[in-house]
T-cell receptor
Framework: NAGVTQTPKFQVLKTGQSMTLQCAQDMNHNSMYWYRQDPGMGLRLIYYSASEGTTDKGEVPNGYNVSRLNKREFSLRLESAAPSQTSVYFC???????????FGQGTRLTVV | DQQVKQNSPSLSVQEGRISILNCDYTNSMFDYFLWYKKYPAEGPTFLISISSIKDKNEDGRFTVFLNKSAKHLSLHIVPSQPGDSAVYFCAAIVNAGNMLTFGGGTRLMVKP
């Protein structure tokens, strides 16, 4: 029962470095999401993918890119990391017509 | 402008008593509401939900109330247990299958 798996769990980057956060789900869900969590701000949507081959911007997309590699995998890329991108990142997925989203364990990213 | 707000960042309750967590929203198009529970170093997990056509939904110790005219919902936990200590997020959605909009979260502490 893996559900939604994110890698890595922790990462420290220097300003300007790039990295890709990986996410995979084994629930055959069509929709996948990337959120960031900051203190007092709740979870804010960065990008989402309603189905394989489609991606759309969420509330806070600047500085990020995504790839829906296939139905299972949805990656988030930071091309040039900035301290403002220090956050906890969560990947999630949901089934067609379903409101409930299932979340991964998160990636704690620190940009110094 | 936050469309979903949780105005109490924290709440402390004695074990066995009732915990009431509140959430307000501004978007009248929201038609489905969810509560998520989050433990440290874990992803949020779905707890309970309610459709806008209902005013109450109950699941064991957890009950969610919806007041559409006031654009307000609340989560009642009775009786509260120490294991309920976590951060609770309220979320809302326009049509199941779209992305969730989250509130800022309320940290609940249940004291033994």
């Amino acid at each position: 029962n893996a559900g939604v798996t994110q890698t890595p769990k922790f990462q420290v980057l220097k300003t300007g470095q790039s990295m890709t956060l990986q996410c995979a789900q084994d629930m055959n869900h069509n929709s996948m999401y990337w959120y960031r969590q900051d203190p007092g701000m709740g979870l804010r949507l960065i990008y989402y993918s309603a189905s394989e081959g489609t991606t759309d911007k969420g509330e806070v997309p600047n500085g990020y890119n995504v790839s829906r590699l296939n139905k299972r995998e949805f990656s988030l890329r930071l091309e040039s990391a900035a301290p403002s991108q220090t956050s906890v990142y969560f990947c999630a997925s949901s089934g067609t017509g379903r409101a409930e989203a299932f979340f991964g364990q998160g990636t704690r990213l620190t940009v110094v | 402008d936050q469309q979903v707000k949780q105005n109490s960042p924290s709440l402390s309750v004695q074990e066995g008593r009732i915990s009431i967590l509140n959430c307000d929203y501004t978007n009248s198009m929201f038609d489905y509401f969810l509560w998520y529970k989050k433990y440290p170093a874990e992803g949020p997990t779905f707890l309970i939900s309610i459709s806008s056509i209902k005013d109450k939904n109950e699941d064991g110790r957890f009950t969610v109330f919806l007041n559409k005219s006031a654009k307000h919902l609340s989560l009642h936990i009775v009786p509260s247990q120490p294991g309920d200590s976590a951060v609770y997020f309220c979320a809302a959605i326009v049509n199941a299958g779209n992305m969730l909009t989250f509130g800022g979260g309320t940290r609940l502490m249940v004291k033994p």
